[in-house]
């Protein structure tokens, strides 16, 4: 069941939104290694959330996802196939900034090297999945700690790299939406 064919290892899989600050902002999973992007991404329905979120603030919202995703009123990819000239230069543009989503996920795994020793996690014997969503809080925590912190007032290299600093960690952890 959680066999990834296409990565040879037993796994468990996350779908995470990553904000400009960061912040890993949205969580589901986990879901068996041999899931699709795509099945993750029904399974969240963070499609309906993103569409409730926009209604509420009255305004358009997307996200720019993996190119395995289905281009979406409210997920954006990159194009596919044949371009124009312009949809190559926003294709490579956005592309190159989807490497923070990737930032997101190496900063949990840097902050906490427990998740890495494969032999320390077994199914059905320890909460693997309830593990990695606490690494994420603290992680998210940890993010806005560095950022009050530092004196550039950035927690992570995302941070920096939208120029979007992190909440300070007393109203992050206040928040009643997480």
Known sequence: LVYSGY??????????VIAPNGLIVDLAGPYPGRRSDGYMLAQSHLSD???AMAKQLGM?????GDPAYAQTRYVMRGFKGSMSHLQQIFSQRMNALRISVEWGFGKVLNDWPY????MAHKLGVSPVGLVYWCAVLLSNVKCCLVAERE??????????????PPPKASTYLSA???
């Open 115 to 118: 998740l890495t020793q494969k």
């Open 60 to 64: 358009d919202l997307c996200v720019y």
């Open 7 to 16: 990565k040879k290892v037993h796994a468990l899989k996350f779908q995470a």
């Open 176 to 178: 009643s939406d997480m």
């Open 151 to 164: 004196c550039d007032g950035r927690g992570s290299a995302t941070a920096k790299l939208f120029d979007v």
């Open 49 to 51: 959330r993103l569409e």
